[in-house]
């Protein structure tokens, strides 16, 4: 479909007059409403729609630019996209945000105020969902087709609030009040099969589901910066066949029996992660997955078929990345399309569906390794369980034929996990599925073909490479820390640094310059008062703009030793009652959810509030150590922490953490990293330089030697004296009775290690402390962090996927 011919349908300018009168025209026609009456409410959704509407104009050229070039198109699959706040990317993207503002002035009303009402979209968890947006951002950026495909969860992972120094979950039900950047689209639903049967038609496998569920989509406008280029990321909500309402039993009494076909239905797409602790739960997962899978691909072949019609141009059009294995059921699924519903023969249409997929793992943890057992699969999904076990086959028998005998490394190999319980193993089908198979920093990768894929990397080493993670510069540096961004647009000369990060390097020469770092300082100490003001009002703890601002922030898991972080405040806390100066004055924040079952690191976050309810009201340490647990970290939180960190703790045990990205926006913005030899933090620590970085704690190898040579942590534990009065201050119940169990977990098996880094950690530290007071050193560290860590901008990644992995090129869309 082309734009209408002649002039635009209507002017939609960024001029200041322009911008007014679309917003005016707005609250009447879409809120029914006037400047005298309307709402600060109405006014944000007026304004969102504005905004969008200039998106839309762009949206629509990049449809038809996409549409006449018949592009090859990259289609991301995720469970998850953390896409943060969305009105003051798309005002800073359409160039409109100093005009929107002045035009609210001229109504009365400041920007920050209204934007207060843009809600964060809750349909992520952690890193792994905000590389989704963060991609997305780079591709649209880069002017490449690009397709995002996902769940619209009604609820999000949860709201965190803290009751009694524990975290309660409570829904996060983000579009409560309307989500104006949401453009439903019911006339393209989907529909998705579950259970059933399979049955010989002509020769042919056909499968007869027994129940099916609507996927209705809705997309999100993802505008590129500095171009004309919108993509879109496509989120399914399960929805109940238009008829599935009992009228009979509401007629009855029987409401609930009335709702039930559709509460079962739209169950699906109810919450992010439904719990896993019982049957109904892990059904409802896999059904999600499933559910995702099946209608993306019908949409990536409906697009597909706008402008080809041979199935052979397919691979040559399409490249689908699997974010880690949550919808690696796409594998079996395109299979089962080609074959079962368009009629290709197994080996033609196996040979398509290998060369399509790319799968990014994101883990080395092996209990992090999906399975689900076969029991489960074969009732929900009785075909592709048949097409799983087809593929198996043909992958074991090529195993057979390169490693005659080895019936070990089949069963190494096999995409069935054997034992009492049999299970799919879906990394193993998203491996043998993909053409390209990456981790997501350096160490990563090599470990994954060392260890967790070990097998594979020796069966098809072709198809292993690395993809270093990064993080939009305008999202987390233009957005989240205007202040920085404006000082170095000055510096710079433009804001050209803005698509090309490696720009930043030009600030090196200014780290010792009395000037700009007294500039650079009073930026960050600006930032830490609007961190200070939020947590006064979060908290109701006060934050000194003037102490070590010390960020452990990120999802709470015992390998990334949030513990390790809270030993250290204890044992401060232990040393400064005895010597005020032992330390720099320090403010310690923690944020971070907990998954409602990880009952451990649950326990942990009780800790946090109970030390801190106890060190900010001990007068021996006031002004010196203040700590403060954030609650509901998220995107927007992340955007208001991140710019006035000094320190950043990226302390996981080496040989865990797949990359992190938290450490690479901390650096961005100029915090001087705290960490281990893990992730990113190597190739990180590589490019800011050993000096501006602080390293502490064992390494990837020595970590594993340790966990094989008789580790005795009770006994180290209370050989060291700071370690010792910490544990003995918890234990003896300083910070309330009874949290002997969160020491049993390091004193007994200490999985992570936590108290073998312990004393290497505390030493760090202490050196980071000394640094921080001399201010000229520290600034210069700051300064050459931000400097040096252009490598680390998304912009690099998509560049990267797109040389190795995808071989797309861009699609330059005209301007108006
Ligand atoms: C960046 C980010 C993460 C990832 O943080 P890591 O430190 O890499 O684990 C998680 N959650 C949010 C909200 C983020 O913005």
Request: with cysteine.
């Amino acid at each position: 479909m082309n734009l209408p011919p002649g002039p635009p349908l209507r002017a939609i300018g960024a001029t200041e007059p322009d911008f007014e009168r679309d917003l005016v025209s707005n609250l009447y026609f879409q809120r029914g409403t006037t400047m005298e009456s309307a709402s600060v409410q109405d006014v944000y959704q007026s304004l969102a729609v504005t905004v969008r509407d200039r998106l839309v104009d762009r949206r629509a050229r990049t449809a038809t630019a996409h549409y006449a070039a018949n592009p090859r198109c990259v289609y991301y699959l995720s469970a998850e996209y953390m896409l943060g706040r969305q009105l003051r990317q798309n005002l800073l993207y359409t160039g409109t945000e100093d005009v929107a503002a002045d035009v609210l002035k001229g109504l009365g009303l400041s920007l920050d105020e209204v934007a207060d009402f843009d809600v964060e979209p809750g349909l992520g968890n952690g890193g792994l969902g905000r590389l989704a947006a963060c991609l997305l951002d780079a591709l649209a950026t880069a002017d490449i087709p690009a397709v995002g495909y996902g769940i619209r969860y009604d609820l999000g992972l949860f709201r965190q609030t803290i009751v009694d120094g524990a975290q309660v979950e409570r829904p996060d039900d983000w579009a409560f009040d309307g989500s104006p950047w949401e453009f439903p689209q019911q006339d393209d639903r989907q529909s998705v099969g579950f259970y059933g049967r399979v049955e010989d038609e002509d020769g042919r496998r056909h499968w007869i589901p027994a129940e099916t569920v609507l996927g209705e989509p809705s997309h999100m406008l993802v505008p590129g910066y500095g171009t004309q280029t919108v993509n879109i990321v496509r989120l399914w909500r399960a929805r109940a066949d238009s008829d599935a309402f009992d009228l009979a039993d509401f007629a009855a009494g029987r409401s609930a029996e009335a709702v039930q076909e559709v509460v079962r239905s739209e169950n699906i797409s109810k919450v992010l992660y439904p719990a896993d602790s019982t049957e109904f739960g892990r059904e409802l997962r896999l059904k999600q997955q499933y559910f995702l899978v099946s209608c993306s691909l019908r949409d990536i072949v409906r697009r597909f078929h706008l402008r080809n019609s041979d199935w052979a141009a397919f691979t040559d059009k399409t490249v689908i990345q699997l974010n880690d294995t949550h919808p690696a059921l796409a594998v079996p699924e395109l299979q089962r399309l080609l074959v079962d519903e368009y009629g290709l023969d197994w080996d033609t249409a196996w040979s398509i569906t290998r060369r399509t997929f790319a799968y990014t793992c994101h883990t080395l943890l092996p209990e992090a390794l999906e399975t689900w057992p076969v029991e489960l699969f074969a009732r929900l999904l009785p075909r592709h369980l048949e097409i799983v076990y087809a593929i198996n086959q043909a992958h074991l028998d090529e195993v057979e034929a390169r490693f005659p005998g080895d019936g070990e490394l089949r069963r190494r190999l096999s995409l069935i996990q054997e034992g009492p319980e049999r299970r799919v193993r879906m990394a193993h089908l998203a491996v043998v599925g993909s053409h390209a198979v990456n981790g997501v920093a350096e160490l990563h990768s090599r470990l994954l073909a060392e260890t967790t894929l070990a097998d594979f990397a020796r069966l098809w080493p072709e198809r292993f490479r690395n993809v270093t993670n990064g993080v939009s510069p305008r999202r987390f540096l233009r957005l989240a820390n205007p202040r920085l961004a404006a000082l170095i647009s000055d510096r710079l000369g433009g804001d050209g640094w803005l698509t090309d990060l490696e720009q930043l390097r030009e600030l090196a020469p200014l780290a010792d310059d009395p000037e700009f770092q007294q500039r650079w300082r009073a930026v960050k100490r600006d930032n830490k008062l609007d961190l200070a003001g939020y947590a006064r009002a979060a908290t109701g703890i006060r934050i000194d703009p003037d102490a070590l601002c010390d960020v452990h922030v990120k999802r709470f898991h015992e390998y990334k030793r949030q513990l390790l972080k809270l030993l250290h405040v204890v044992a401060l806390h232990h040393r400064l009652r005895a010597d005020p100066h032992t330390d720099v004055p320090r403010t310690v924040i923690f944020a971070g959810k907990a998954a409602p079952s990880y009952h451990a690191v649950k326990r942990i976050i009780q800790l946090i509030n109970a030390v801190a309810a106890v060190v900010n009201a001990d007068p021996a340490v006031a002004g010196r150590l203040t700590v403060v647990f954030l609650p509901d970290y998220n995107v927007t939180r992340a955007e208001l922490i991140t710019p006035a960190a000094d320190l950043s703790e990226q302390i996981s045990l080496a040989g865990k953490e797949a990359s992190g990205t938290g450490n690479m926006k901390l650096a961005l913005n100029g915090a001087v990293t705290i960490g281990t030899l893990d992730g990113a933090n190597i190739e990180l620590r590589d490019r800011v330089g050993a000096d501006n970085f602080v390293l502490f704690g064992l390494d990837a190898p020595r970590a594993a030697e340790v966990r094989r040579g008789g580790y005795r942590p009770d006994q180290l534990a209370w050989s060291d004296p700071d370690l010792a009065a910490a544990l003995e201050a918890i234990r003896g119940g300083r910070y309330g009775a009874g949290f002997g169990d969160v020491l049993d977990a390091i004193l007994g098996r200490d999985e992570y290690l936590t108290v073998a880094d312990f004393r290497s950690y505390l030493d760090a530290q202490d050196a980071a402390a000394a640094a921080w007071r001399d201010p000229a050193r520290w600034t210069r560290m700051s300064i050459l962090n931000t400097a040096r860590c252009g490598f680390f901008s998304a912009d690099r990644t998509v560049a990267d996927y797109s040389d190795r992995i995808w071989r797309v090129d861009p699609i330059r869309v005209p301007p108006r």
